[in-house]
């Protein structure tokens, strides 16, 4: 089996400043790999040892050309993947769901073959949950989100799919694309061998045009970002008496009103 793990690669919140008109500063933010995709790479890892063990996993991304970052390069073929796949191209910097889709629906036809596709549930940025959708639909495979396990029986996938009140048993035919929530699995902690070894893992770049696709113009337009202003403590103080706890609890529901 060949089994692909998609990540979007997104700036370090930590490293992400406001500037004095509340714009957002990126300039310092190293290009890291989205936090819930880091699931998804983990839990794509573990259904290929312990539930098809000899098969391949492939990592792949798009985005902009700064996320050809050797650090984030490496801290993904470190968690298990056996290659890398990425579409670098400006065109893609601050693309939308069906932007990003649809290149990866194109780089996956590049790559040849694949018996399933793991995207992770959200982006740690947007978190719009459409990507994984858009794309089982765009390539016309069977596509299910919310996927919190996955196990290979026989020829079939079986998924279990969190819902709000209860728990779905799925059963997919190959290939197929899912979206994976972050309980499916916890990311690794990279041994240093894991680290040794990504750095002799193959790393295939293309950009828009070795794929032979136009971007299609997004579907929504942003037109401004900036930090919200910090609301002023109103420095109450109560005491622990039952008057004091009263006044508490006043207090609280006019502010949730």
């Given at each position: 089996m060949h089994i692909v793990a998609c990540f979007k690669v997104v700036p370090d919140d930590q490293d992400i400043t406001i500037n004095s008109d509340d714009t957002l500063n990126y300039s310092k933010a190293r290009p890291i790999v989205s936090t819930y995709d880091l699931n998804a790479?983990?839990?794509?890892?573990?259904?290929?040892?312990?539930?098809?063990?000899?098969?391949?996993?492939?990592?792949?991304?798009?985005?902009?050309?700064?996320?050809?970052?050797?650090?984030m390069k490496k801290n993904v073929l470190s968690r298990g993947p056996e290659a890398l796949y990425m579409v670098a191209d400006d065109s893609l910097a601050?693309?939308?769901?069906?932007?990003?889709?649809?290149?990866?629906?194109?780089?996956?036809?590049?790559?040849?073959?694949?018996?399933?596709?793991?995207?992770?549930?959200?982006?740690?940025?947007?978190y719009a949950q459409q990507v994984g959708i858009q794309l089982g639909e765009m390539l016309g495979l069977p596509n299910v989100?919310?996927?919190?396990?996955?196990?290979?029986?026989?020829?079939v996938l079986v998924v279990e799919r969190g819902l709000e009140d209860e728990v779905e048993t799925l059963a997919l035919t190959l290939p197929a694309v899912i979206s994976v929530t972050s309980d499916v699995a916890l990311p690794r902690i990279c041994s240093m061998k894991e680290?040794?070894?990504?750095?002799?893992?193959?790393?295939?770049i293309w950009g828009t045009?070795?794929?032979?696709?136009?971007?299609?113009?997004?579907?929504?337009?942003?037109?401004?970002?900036?930090?919200?202003?910090?609301a002023p403590r109103k420095k109450e103080m109560f005491d622990d008496s039952d008057a004091g706890i009263a006044d508490f609890a006043?207090?609280?529901s006019q502010v949730l009103r």
């Open positions: 790479i983990e839990g794509a890892a573990q259904f290929v040892s312990c539930s098809c063990s000899g098969s391949d996993l492939s990592a792949l991304t798009v985005g902009a050309s700064e996320i050809d970052d050797s650090k601050a693309a939308d769901a069906y932007q990003t889709a649809r290149a990866l629906a194109a780089a996956l036809a590049k790559i040849g073959p694949f018996d399933l596709v793991v995207c992770g549930d959200g982006s740690a940025d947007v989100n919310a996927v919190r396990s996955l196990a290979l029986e026989g020829d680290i040794l070894a990504a750095g002799k893992k193959p790393v295939t045009a070795d794929l032979a696709i136009e971007v299609p113009a997004a579907t929504l337009e942003v037109k401004d970002i900036k930090a919200p202003k910090p006043k207090s609280i």
